[in-house]
């Protein structure tokens, strides 16, 4: 089971090291974590991906409730928010495999941001899943160096009626 949590913390310094360490503490994963400024710049959001059972995802939203620095804790499913993730690929390619690889980019929606003489940097933001796809379609070619961001998770827009 995978939840999202969106953890509104106070901007201190080892306020992230508090964090990470209670979830180092009690075993928890963390599958993956990005932390931003809000538009406070006293407060910022840790979006912290973590999967478990029932009882750990439950464990992991009372322990992070429990810390002074934490202002505000929201969990919530991966199908009830919005998430996307930035990744950076630099790929090898050729004049065997160029039109391939920008076939692949124009189908992900990724574009190419940078180019060499055999070296190609391809961005793209979407969610956690397309971007590991990418990753599986560029397997083919050689990948020289990958970056990404930790997934960012906003709760759906729901209209009240």
């Known amino acids: 089971m995978k939840r999202i949590y969106s953890v ?3 901007n201190r310094s080892g306020v992230l090291c508090k964090v990470a360490g209670l979830f180092s503490r009690r075993c928890f994963n963390i599958d993956s974590l990005a932390v931003g400024e809000t538009d406070d710049p006293a407060v910022s959001c840790m979006t912290i991906v973590s999967s478990g059972t029932q009882r750990t995802i439950e464990q992991i939203e009372k322990q992070l409730n429990k810390k002074l620095d934490v202002i505000k804790v929201k969990t919530f499913d991966e199908n009830a928010s919005i998430s996307r993730e930035l990744m950076l690929v630099k790929v090898k ?4 495999n ?3 690889i920008m076939e692949i980019c124009d189908t992900m929606k990724a574009q190419i941001v940078d180019l060499s ?3 190609m940097i391809i961005q793209i933001c979407d969610t956690p899943e397309r971007t590991r796809l990418l990753v599986s379609l560029l397997q083919s070619v050689s990948i020289v160096e990958l ?7 906003l709760p759906k827009c729901i209209e009240s009626d």
């Open 147 to 153: 970056a990404r961001t930790g997934t960012l998770a």
């Open 8 to 10: 509104l913390v106070e």
């Open 98 to 100: 160029r039109r391939e």
């Open 93 to 96: 390619y050729n004049k065997g």
């Open 117 to 119: 003489k055999n070296l």
